[in-house]
């Protein structure tokens, strides 16, 4: 694991935070990174509906989040800088969530020096998201990083 590990997932939480502010209300917070699987979180208050679960579009949002923060991390991890975007998506909601869930996503293998040489960086990624033991929704989406541009 990174020793630096910590400390990024610190930054990405204030990145959410500062640009996303709808996670600062969610509370969305990163648990971890270890072998190349991510795991995000967000308690069952303030996401709540009238049923006593998650809400459908909190759910969304912390599946979309936790992929877009894995292409973070991988970016952060080999150096790399790019404007990460969610480009599709869709969601398949399984069972009710009642409980704080997390959500988790391993990298696959792809070649991010794509970014490097001046290209886009595309990458499907699975969301699960779990409560308890139990899957209750998988999200699949693909990300797009574009390189950002340097200002002369």
Known sequence: MPENIDKLLSELQQTWHRT???????????????NKEFRVTAPLEPNINL????FAGSIYTLMTLTGWGMVWLQQSLAGLEGD????DAKVKYIAPIEAAPVAKVSWPQVDMSVLSKGRRLKVMLEVKLYCDNTCCAIFEGLYISKPKQSIS
Do not use: N, R
């Open 20 to 34: 996303i502010p709808v996670s600062g209300f969610m509370k969305i917070e990163p648990v971890s990174y270890f």
């Open 51 to 54: 049923h006593k679960t998650m």
């Open 84 to 87: 990460i975007v969610l480009a």
